[in-house]
């Protein structure tokens, strides 16, 4: 075999991991690299010493097996000398991975004790609830409950209390902080300090059922003045905004661009038009599911909503106390739908309310549309005033 086509045969046996790392660093804004928190960087810290010390190990013991392979191999009438046993040896092979385990066991256990240590007394207090398949948030030192979004304050602790209301779920922010499990009546904790502002993906990161790859949650890490205004906003009862338009027939997609354009967050929330690229949700919606381009008209909605199966499963402030469904208190402020898996306007959320099974699997909110012409449930234009009333809770 030529030296030629040795080249080849290892250049093709590289193509399949080259394409892996390729891929890997497309989600570079979903990797614990670059951490943005105190507990981001003691992770990474000791995430990249153990892969240099590995790195190491692996270069010295396959480096002492081709020295073996080439000073040992098999010579043409030379029997080698026959050994028994060599002390001197013995025991440097049993002292060098002793040596080796310690260095990967100190700093491990000092990182463990500093993640699992107590948080600051004056630290945040955030409550993370896990549902089958959303999150939910309290802030109990403000009086606060919200869904689907976090946001927390750049340069303050934040400790939170994991709780699961169902089955179990694992609270993960890659670049802010590791993941910790939400356990059926058990809490755990987690603590980080966000180092800059920024908006952030939040996953679940424990398979919990049909819809565990949908289970996704948006983190906004904002200014301290920010946050206090976000806060009081959420403090206060829902406000009608301007209701957004329903979508253009000649072109959807402007259509939902001016949707989102209308909704743009009051004080203290993001603004939908800043969003870094990898927050913004791509999910396509099922091709069947259509919904009559009719426009919304939310006084007609925020009617219909008193009467309809919604208030016994939602929370708006002063209207209805369900607690089944994800608090909608504020949602038209919010920049996602369906635990973030669509992006908030008048098009997702028209096509979310008329048949919520078919956009995401395993979800417990039925059809409230009509699916077909003979079933039961609203028509479109109910549809679109329920969905402009709910855009416009902000």
Not at 99 to 119: E, H, S
Not at 192 to 217: I, L, Q, V, Y
Not at 257 to 277: C, D, F, I, W
């Amino acid at each position: 075999m030529t030296a030629t086509v040795r080249v080849r045969r290892f250049v093709r046996f590289l193509r399949a991991p080259m394409l892996a790392f390729a891929l890997a660093a497309c989600g570079a804004p979903n990797a614990i690299w670059n951490a943005h928190s105190e507990f981001g960087h003691q992770v990474d810290d000791l995430t990249r010493f153990l892969i240099y010390l590995g790195a190491g190990v692996f270069v010295f013991v396959e480096g002492l097996l081709l020295v073996a392979l080439v000073r040992f191999r098999a010579k043409e009438g030379v029997e080698p000398v026959q050994t028994h046993g060599n002390t001197t040896l013995e025991v440097t092979w049993t002292a060098i991975p002793a040596i080796i385990l310690a260095c990967i066991a100190v700093p491990t256990v000092k990182t463990i004790f500093k993640t699992q240590a107590k948080a600051d007394p004056n630290a945040l207090q955030v409550e993370v609830i896990g549902h089958q398949w959303w999150w939910e948030f309290r802030y109990p030192q403000y009086g606060v409950t919200t869904a689907s979004e976090l946001y927390l304050p750049v340069g303050r602790t934040v400790n939170f209390a994991l709780k699961s209301a169902d089955v179990l779920h694992s609270f993960w922010i890659p670049q802010l902080g590791g993941k910790r499990d939400l356990i059926s009546n058990h809490t755990n904790y987690i603590w980080f300090t966000p180092d800059s502002a920024s908006a952030w993906n939040g996953f679940c990161a424990e398979f919990c059922g049909a819809s565990h790859s949908n289970m996704r949650f948006r983190v906004f890490t904002v200014t301290p003045a920010q946050f206090e205004a976000y806060l009081a906003h959420e403090k206060s009862g829902p406000a009608f905004g301007a209701p957004s338009a329903a979508p253009s027939p000649s072109d959807t997609a402007k259509a939902a661009t001016a949707a989102t354009t209308a909704q743009s967050g009051p004080t203290g929330t993001v603004s939908r038009e800043n969003l870094p690229r990898w927050v913004v949700p791509a999910t396509p919606t099922p091709a069947n599911l259509t919904v009559a381009n009719v426009p919304g008209d939310a006084t007609r909605g925020a009617t219909l909503f008193k009467t309809a199966p919604c208030i016994a499963c939602h929370t708006i402030q002063g209207v209805s106390a369900g607690v089944i469904g994800p608090n909608l208190t504020h949602v038209g402020s919010r920049t996602t739908i369906a635990g973030s898996l669509y992006p908030n306007d008048m098009q997702h959320l028209m096509l979310w309310i008329k048949n919520a099974p078919a956009m995401k699997a395993g979800v417990i909110m039925p059809a409230m549309g009509k699916t077909s012409p003979q079933s039961a449930g609203y028509d479109d234009q109910q549809i679109a005033d329920l969905a402009a009333y709910l855009s416009a809770l902000k």
